[in-house]
């Protein structure tokens, strides 16, 4: 099949342009070509359409080749120029082609013309290749300088050793760090108080030797006037071409007006639920007097609506103490008495005390028969609150004519308590985050489910504080099973009691 092909001939003799294209034609190019034999005549050509290559003659009176090379300068476009000439010194030679001429081809000798244009043709599309690919490199440095110093957050490329490779401004900001000094190739650990350096060594190394990202790691730095600044990092591994870890990318942002608005809305929550306490105990203290019946009988109506008003009490103070044990987690004042605790007569114990709220959402809650004795190294109050927490949590989300079942394992290294229901189960939307605080799962029918949000983070929290770990999962035939996994304590242990203060 004929190759296509536009020449431009630079030629001032007509039949010598009829021998070049009559040689191009026998070579199987199929033509499309233009004769021009002045400067003005050769700029207009280049003008009006694109041309493959150009074949020029050495010496014309109108135009010679070196003005012909600075025509085609002008254009900004790569052709290849090749001189096509009858005879030329040696010394010419040399000249034209210091001009920037890509070969010269003597006209008595014009076989050797195909195979260099072919030559040259591919050597020009491979050079617009490098020229595409180096202003897109360019286009993407400059995209990335403009990224790394027009966002507010700071911005950082380290290597496999974690030296800095490179880092914008506000990088250089948080380490103190002038921008006339030159710390490329060095990591950050001098920049850093001992304590910071290592924990953020810890972290770079981790990153980079398995590949997993991490997000949200929060540091506490010191800004130039003294104060404290919380930064959250994000380190994340960068891959070469096969998948291989080369380096890593950190991104820091400044939280610290989200730390002193969330210690600010603590300290008004914390202060709110202290003042909320005292009065509210009082009024559930008088209402109680009263429904007691020990100021004189009350009619019907009236025994009904104070009924309910205490009910309401003792929800909104069950919220309220909810609120105040998040601040004591949170400020680490929580106290813990720590001993062994059997736990089938605790499991007991809270089954008998929530049968009263199960019964009245028609809910059957039980101690399965089958549970395993043991003991646990725990404080028996707050792990009573927090296996309460999960029956509070499964009442409210279980059907009537349901049940609830707790049960315990003994694995011989830990003791495992379930609660088991028959709800709807947690959607998928919740799952990530169903111990955070203030999370609640959307209500599926219509009974109110109350609370604050707080029940299963405060229980995450003092299991955590305990030692152990809280989980659930899908129940086989439907429903959720949340467990609690403590270690597991010989019967002889020492009794002595053992407090230990919540870290926040």
Known sequence: MPRQLNVLIVDDLEQDAVLLVRALKHAGYDLSCERVDSESAMADALSRRPWDIVL??????????????AVIARTDIDIPLIVVTGAVGEEAAAEVMRAGAHDLVLKHNLKRLPPIITRELEAAKARRERKAASAKLDSERQLLHQLMQGIPDAICFKDLERRYIRLNDKEREYLNIPPETDIIGQPSDSFSAPALAA??????????????????????????????????????????????????????????????????????????????????????????????????????????????????CRRLAAIVNDILDIEKIEAGTMAFDCKPVDVLPLLHEVTQANQGIAEQHGIVLRLDGASAPGAVLADADRLAQVITNLVSNAIKFSPRDSEI????????????????????????????????????????????????????????????????????????????????????????????????????
């Open 405 to 504: 079942i707790l049960s315990a394992e003994n694995t011989g290294e830990s003791v495992r308590i379930n609660v088991r229901d028959y709800g709807p189960g947690i959607p998928d939307d919740y799952k990530d985050r169903i111990f955070e605080k203030f999370v609640q799962v959307d209500a599926t029918d219509q009974r109110q489910r109350g609370g604050a949000g707080l029940g299963l983070s405060i229980a995450k929290r003092i299991v955590s504080q305990l030692g152990g770990n809280i989980g659930f999962n899908r129940a086989p035939g439907g429903g959720t099973v949340f467990t609690v996994e403590l270690r597991s304590v010989a019967a002889d242990y020492p009794t002595a009691a053992k407090t230990s203060a919540l870290a926040s």
């Open 56 to 69: 020029a003659d050495y010496s014309m009176p109108l135009l010679d080749v070196e003005r012909a090379l």
């Open 199 to 312: 924990r953020k060594r810890a972290e770079e190394e981790h990153v980079l030797s398995t590949g997993e990202a991490l997000v949200d790691c929060v540091h506490r730095i010191a800004a130039p006037d003294g104060s404290a600044r919380w930064l959250s990092d994000t380190k994340a591994p960068i891959r070469g071409p096969n998948g291989e870890i080369v380096g890593m990318v950190e991104i820091r942002r400044d939280i610290t007006e989200n730390k002193r608005q969330e210690q600010l809305k603590d300290e008004f929550v914390a202060t709110v639920s202290h003042e909320l306490r005292t009065p509210l105990t009082s009024i559930m203290g008088f209402i109680g007097i009263i429904e007691s019946g020990a100021t004189g009988e009350l009619p019907d109506p009236v025994a009904r609506l104070l009924k309910l008003a205490l009910a309401n």
